[in-house]
């Protein structure tokens, strides 16, 4: 389990390490790290660190430190080592051990800081880190502006600067990194979207932290943490015993969606799928699954599931349609007491009657930005900026466990760690995968998984199945890093293709 905190957690536990170390220990650690990071960027791009260029970014805080501590120890190797101090004023040991070191240090001015920056090998980005707060001022702005057209390699101290540590929001300016080089934990804001995006690889520098942090905030799974939570066939399995998914998903008129959830169900493992819904959706989910046991339900019925037999969890929702039967299906699906997945469509007959919600048996809402923008009636654009925030008031308000979506996907649910998956593609972002997500974690939650650990493995399945299939048969790929999501050397995929890559997924666990 990869785990992550907010910067005011973060701050306690320094405080309480510090208190038993010699002033200055923490930041030696941090910057002697730092500078192991930076030391083979400089070796790949010089031959060796000796003669090459780095600039420094120091804002006014220990961030700064950080940032000139390394410097020092660059400039001790023969590195070309600038400052561009940004601030009201700059941590002074720090500024005098650069200096002995032989580096320099001006102060901010437009021109000569874009032309230092034009010819430097390593940029440092030393402005802000935890103790950030807003949009940034300027002139770190501008200087943020600057690293966009940097020709050399940023890197990040601690949190690229404009990302918030504790949100992962970005507002304004914003230093775009090749690497991260963060202390003590992760933080929140470099794991979760949008802060996640301008983070490049986060390398994590052990400085002592480990006994002094509290309960984590946010959590990503490993794929050895889903290979261990995921339901395994023992001999004495059979199929009901492994699990039963019920899914009501498509209409007359979005027949395709009921095709992948079943799609996603069938391949991530369930013992049987039963699926139920109109007649046209079933005539396809017959044609493409036919180990699907269908039901094609009776219009205008007053329940309208009664046929259907037995099942151990309920996905309800996509390509359902937003008319009276489909309602009257949601409801009658959500009045039992199993666990029920609830998505697209069934969100939005949630959206419009919270009541369906109250329900004895648990709940597991998989909502994109858009859909929870409805459900908590908070404009999309505010999600969006402040994703863990929203996930964790909608399972607060709405009682149930909530998946939200996106390019970094959050699990949240009372009282844990909101969970993030970022084992994706933005191969993903085409019609569809959604739908197949649905089934994959319908088909977890009947084998027994509770809503949490089903719905985040489901996310970590669906990711790392989508990337095998853009990568193609004989290139598996594996990476499920933080900044390690680019699509780079992958190619197009359909929903389809990221079901029918699932076993495969498995297999790398
Ligand atoms: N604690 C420890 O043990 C260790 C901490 N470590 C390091 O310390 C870092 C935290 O240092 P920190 O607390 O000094 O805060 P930091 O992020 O440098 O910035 C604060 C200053 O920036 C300014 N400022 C704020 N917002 C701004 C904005 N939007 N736009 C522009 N300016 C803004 C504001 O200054 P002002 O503007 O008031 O002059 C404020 O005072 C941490 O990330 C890690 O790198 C490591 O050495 C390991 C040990
Ligand atoms: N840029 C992205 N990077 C990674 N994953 C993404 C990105 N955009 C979308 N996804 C994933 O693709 C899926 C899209 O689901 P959804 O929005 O419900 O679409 P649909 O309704 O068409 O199925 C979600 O699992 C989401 O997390
Ligand atoms: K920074």
Avoid at 36 to 53: N, Q
Avoid at 193 to 217: H, K, N, Q, R, T
Wanted: aromatic share 4%; with cysteine.
């Amino acid at each position: 389990m990869r785990t992550a905190y907010t910067s005011d957690q973060i701050r306690a536990a320094e405080l309480a390490l510090m208190a038993r170390l010699p002033e200055g220990t923490l930041m030696g650690r941090a910057a002697a790290g730092l500078a192991a990071a930076c030391a083979p960027v400089l070796a790949e791009r010089r031959g060796r660190v000796y003669g090459s260029r780095v600039v420094l970014l120091v804002g006014s805080g220990d961030n700064g430190g950080d940032a000139l501590y390394a410097g020092a120890r660059l400039a001790r190797r023969g590195a070309r080592v600038d400052a561009i101090l940004a601030g009201s004023r700059a941590h002074q040991e720090g500024l005098a051990a650069l200096r002995a070191a032989g580096g320099r240090a001006v102060e901010f001015a437009p021109g000569p800081a874009r032309e230092l920056i034009g010819a430097a090998d390593l940029v440092l980005d030393g402005l802000v880190g935890i103790g950030s707060t807003g949009a940034l001022r300027e002139p770190y702005g501008t200087l943020a502006g600057f690293t966009a057209d940097a020709p050399g390699v940023v890197i990040a101290v601690d949190v690229p600067s404009g990302v918030d540590a504790s949100s992962g929001r970005v507002d304004g300016p914003v230093v775009r990194a090749q690497a991260t080089v963060t202390f003590g934990a992760y933080k929140n804001g470099l794991l979760v979207d949008p802060g996640a995006s301008f983070c490049g690889a986060v390398e994590l520098v052990d400085i002592g932290l480990g006994p002094y942090l509290p309960d984590p905030d946010v959590a990503a799974l490993t794929g050895d943490d889903v290979a261990d939570l995921l339901p395994k066939p023992a001999p004495e399995s059979d199929k009901y015993r492994r699990g039963v998914i019920g899914i009501a998903a498509g209409s007359d008129t979005f027949a395709g969606a009921a095709v992948l959830a079943a799609g996603g169900a069938v391949r991530a493992g369930a013992g049987m799928v039963r699926f139920a819904s109109f007649e046209e959706p079933v005539r396809l989910v017959r044609a493409r699954w036919p180990e699907a046991v269908t039901t094609v339900l009776t219009p205008g019925a007053e329940r309208p599931l009664d046929d259907v037999g037995r099942v151990q969890a309920w996905v309800v929702g996509p390509g359902l349609g937003t008319g009276r039967e489909a309602h009257a299906i949601v409801r009658e699906i959500l009045a039992t007491d199993l666990p029920v997945l609830v998505d697209a469509d069934g969100l939005t007959h949630v959206a419009a009657d919270r009541s369906l919600l109250r329900r004895s048996g648990p709940t597991l809402l998989t909502p994109h930005a858009g859909e929870l923008a409805r459900l908590l009636d908070v404009p999309r654009e505010r999600i969006e900026a402040r994703r863990i925030e929203h996930a964790r008031r909608a399972a607060a308000e709405l009682g149930a466990t909530v998946l939200l979506k996106g390019s970094t996907t959050l699990v949240a649910e009372e009282d844990r760690p909101v969970r993030v998956n970022s084992t994706g593609t933005p191969w993903l972002a085409t019609g569809g995968t959604g739908d197949v997500l649905s089934g994959i974690a319908g088909a977890l939650l009947a084998g027994g998984l509770n809503c949490y650990d089903a719905a985040s493995c489901a996310a970590y399945l669906h990711g790392l199945a989508a990337r095998i299939a853009a990568a193609g048969p004989d290139r598996a790929a594996g990476g499920s890093g933080p900044g390690d999501s680019g699509p780079g050397g992958e190619a197009p995929i359909a929903a389809l293709d990221v079901a029918e890559a699932l076993p495969e997924a498995v297999r790398a666990l």
